[in-house]
């Protein structure tokens, strides 16, 4: 009986040892995105603007969303936004097979690989400002191996703004899903990779027949958290072009920035806010259905 007592205080006292571990980032957690979020929804049927009085106006806020041609234009750039998921995904797989390697310096290219993860976007965005100049290096490079013939505002032409901030976001965000996959990688049974190799299977053929499907979870976590930050992007696209030329590169969160914080429409935030909570819901749905199964064990 004493032995079973104690067992049992060890394990009470391991559970309340987590707790207090977590306790800091729960309250955080509470107090910047549990109450944010559960104080905007009725926020959103509501005028309020903190300048002004506020008072209940039901769908209003959300009849005035689909008819505003801004916000239309945020959600479509927002959504062609996603085009960079499926390439992020491809690219960071096949770097992290290539560090999945035991040769010298192979600890060298991986944190090379991540220093971009860890560096701020802001000084990310204003380095790659600086180089997408009218008068940056890249514009230099092209022109001196003769790509193109003159020089290119990258970031103030609406033909090539958006596509720019794309590039960024890939380029800031391979080091990210590297690791990720890197960790799946080294998890995946050794046995079957050189089972596989030992019945003639070529390189390519152990990647495409063993390595990706047992890399299947990480694959949807991936995605899943990537079309996520595909359409909720916001940093670069505020630091370099602001939405601009025009309604080029608006996207969601910032024009549910502008609206909220330049203009003081907090109630009409909030709602373009739960609009596109409801549209990143359904593609996360959509992302669940097709990842059912995976790895070396099913979900």
Same mark, same amino acid.
């Given at each position: 009986m004493g032995k079973k007592r104690t067992i049992g205080f060890s394990r009470f006292s391991e559970v309340q040892t987590a707790w207090l571990f977590m306790a800091p980032g729960l309250i955080l957690l509470a107090l910047f995105t549990f109450w944010p979020i559960i104080f905007s929804l009725p926020l959103a049927f509501t005028n309020y603007s903190v300048i002004g009085e506020t008072s209940f106006v039901g769908l209003e806020n959300f009849k005035r969303a689909f008819a505003d041609v801004d916000f239309i234009a945020s959600i479509k750039n927002s959504l062609f936004y996603m085009i960079v998921v499926p390439f992020i995904q491809i690219i960071s797989i096949f770097m992290a097979i290539l560090v999945n390697r035991n040769i010298a310096g192979i600890k060298f290219f991986r944190t090379a690989y991540y220093i971009p993860v860890v560096t701020s976007m802001v000084a990310v965005a204003i380095i790659w400002g600086w180089l997408m100049s009218s008068n940056g290096v890249l514009n230099?490079?092209? =022109?001196?191996?003769?790509?193109?013939?003159?020089?290119? &505002?990258?970031?103030?032409?609406?033909?090539?703004?958006?596509?720019?901030? =794309?590039?960024?976001?890939?380029?800031?965000?391979? #080091?990210?899903?590297? =690791?990720? +996959?890197?960790?799946?990688?080294?998890?995946?049974?050794?046995?079957?990779?050189?089972?596989?190799?030992?019945? #003639?299977?070529? &390189?390519?053929?152990?990647?495409?027949?063993?390595?990706?499907?047992?890399?299947?979870? +990480?694959?949807?976590?991936?995605?899943?958290?990537s079309l996520m930050g595909a359409i909720r992007v916001f940093d670069e696209v505020f630091v370099l072009t602001s939405g601009g030329p025009g309604n080029a590169t608006l996207t969601s969160s910032v024009y549910i920035y502008q609206q909220g914080f330049e203009k003081f429409e907090f109630g009409f935030s909030s709602a373009l806010g739960l609009i596109v909570s409801c549209i990143i819901m359904v593609f996360s749905i959509f992302v669940f259905v097709f990842n059912k199964k995976g790895g070396v064990n099913p979900y």
């Open positions: 230099y490079l092209l =022109m001196a191996t003769g790509l193109i013939s003159e020089k290119v &505002n990258w970031l103030s032409d609406k033909d090539t703004a958006l596509w720019a901030l =794309m590039f960024i976001t890939l380029w800031k965000g391979l #080091g990210y899903y590297m =690791m990720i +996959y890197l960790a799946g990688l080294q998890a995946v049974p050794t046995d079957c990779i050189e089972a596989a190799k030992i019945d #003639g299977a070529s &390189n390519f053929q152990v990647i495409r027949k063993i390595t990706i499907p047992l890399l299947k979870p +990480y694959i949807f976590f991936c995605t899943l958290i």
